[in-house]
């Protein structure tokens, strides 16, 4: 049994982003834990006691409000996700009505096979452009694997493997297969973006034979062009499908998600993103 560790916008929160947790919990048949993380930037400032030194009262007693607003909606909404968890028979830890740190956040991943985060996580009371700050920091530091999910996910069909040969490419398809069988023998497809005019797929034959004990009808396509564009047009097709991407090291991934490609890949595709790092 796997444990899935679900992170929910403690200020955004709606019952309609259990329905993916509840959805990836019942295929891995997990152990659930559920955590509200607090925001990073947040109103903590406002009422500091610099902040308070140096600002007029008003605006320090403005500070002091918006802080306890929030803390109120922080605790109602913790309340109405238990209730929810509770009316659906979804049985899940939770921490008790605060939210948890960023730290505590990325110390219970160590502890976890798999996290689950919304590619719509803000931690704002208005939600930006993904991918947000709050996501591009779980996925940079999370000690395990992260399914990064819209509030619509459809009924997962298939998996798209990206792979360039690398160890950190194969990583993400090794630890996808072994999390999900299921999914890899119901469709699974490998594609291979040809940008340096090295039309073999590195590797091919080994690749061929650790998937073949998965499923025997894998497909395997080498596609030509610059790697965000070419992966975007081909996963328009399978907003049904979750794509593994991996990358190599912690730095290594914090520079990939900030890149062009991968931040144009999180902001447009609608399908499950399975982001790894070893």
């Known amino acids: 049994m796997k444990k899935i560790l679900a992170v929910v916008d403690s200020l955004n929160y709606k019952e ?11 295929i891995l048949k997990s152990n ?12 903590s400032f406002l009422t500091s006691s610099d902040f308070a030194a140096n600002a007029p009262a008003s605006y320090f007693e403005l500070g002091i409000r918006a802080s306890r607003e929030k803390d109120d909606i922080i605790k109602h909404n913790t309340t109405a996700m238990r209730m929810a968890c509770q009316a659906r028979n979804l ?19 160590r502890f976890a096979d798999l996290v689950l985060l919304g590619k719509e996580l803000s931690l704002h009371l208005q939600f930006d452009n993904g991918p947000t700050g709050s996501v591009r920091n779980v996925l940079a530091n999370a000690e395990c694997p992260v399914l990064v999910t819209s509030e619509d996910m459809p009924a997962v069909k298939g998996v798209v493997f990206t792979y360039n040969g ?6 993400a398809i090794r630890s996808f297969t072994g999390m999900f069988p ?8 490998v594609i291979y973006i040809n940008e340096k005019e090295n039309k073999a797929m590195p590797h091919e034959r080994l690749l061929r034979e650790y998937l073949g004990a998965y499923n025997r009808n894998i497909s395997y396509m080498t596609l030509s062009g610059k790697a965000d564009t070419v992966i975007q047009a081909y996963l328009e097709q399978k907003p049904d499908h979750i794509t593994t991407l991996g990358a190599h090291g912690r730095s290594r991934l914090s520079r990939f998600f900030n890149s062009s490609t991968a931040g144009y890949i999180l902001r447009t595709t609608k399908g499950p993103l399975f982001i790894t790092h070893e």
């Not at 309609?16 to 019942?26: A, C, P, R």
């Open 91 to 109: 049985f899940c830890a939770m921490y008790g009505d605060r939210a948890a740190t960023p730290e505590e956040i990325i110390l219970e991943s």
């Open 32 to 43: 659930l834990t559920i955590v509200m993380p607090q925001e990073i930037n947040g109103s």
């Open 16 to 26: 309609e982003q259990l329905d993916t947790i509840e959805y990836v919990s019942g």
């Open 166 to 171: 690398t160890y950190s490419s194969m990583y």
């Open 182 to 189: 299921e999914i890899v023998t119901q469709h699974a497809t």
